[in-house]
């Protein structure tokens, strides 16, 4: 193993309930695929329902046995992620993996609806809690995307 190159077919069998931040392009799209191939069942946290759900149609026409839902979650709000852990605990009583994948790439200065800077809080989200209605997962990742890591800064935004 330590010779050969890893893939998803080294992926073994998962039966646990996911969420996937930003998980309708890019990575987290494919990390919902390839989750879902494998029998996890996924729940996309997307700020566009019809972006979600457009994802999860792509998903089904390959895996039609996937075990897919779709919750709107954006995480420049307070409220919304409120609302979305309210919403799952309510719905759900656990959560195997939180993966947080959602980020902002190449911006300007800008303020969330709550008065917090938009970069900030994106990097990484606050795991899904909010006035007191945490989302406890068993697991939690943060990544970040090889384009992200290589973004050029203005020379007076460096640190």
């Avoid at 800008?110 to 606050?126: A, D, I, L, N, Q």
Wanted: net charge negative; glycine share 6%; hydrophobic share 40%.
């Amino acid at each position: 193993m330590l010779n050969s190159k890893w893939t998803c077919e080294n992926i073994p069998g998962q039966s646990g309930r996911v969420v996937v931040t930003g998980a309708n392009s890019g990575i987290g799209y494919e990390v919902v695929r390839v989750l879902a191939q494998k029998g996890a069942e996924v729940i996309l946290a997307v700020r566009s329902l019809e972006k979600g759900d457009a994802a999860i149609a792509q998903i089904l026409e390959e895996n039609p046995e996937a075990k897919l839902s779709v919750r709107l979650l954006d995480l420049a709000s307070l409220a919304s992620i409120k609302s979305f852990a309210e919403q799952f605990n309510m719905d759900f009583w656990k959560l195997d993996l939180l993966i947080n994948n959602a980020r902002i790439l190449a911006h300007q200065y800008g303020e969330t609806k709550g008065g917090f800077e938009s970069h900030f809080w994106y990097e990484p989200s606050p795991a899904l809690c909010a006035d007191g209605s945490p989302l406890y997962a068993a697991q939690a990742y943060n990544w970040e995307s090889d384009r992200q890591r290589k973004q050029q800064w203005p020379q007076d935004e460096q640190v």
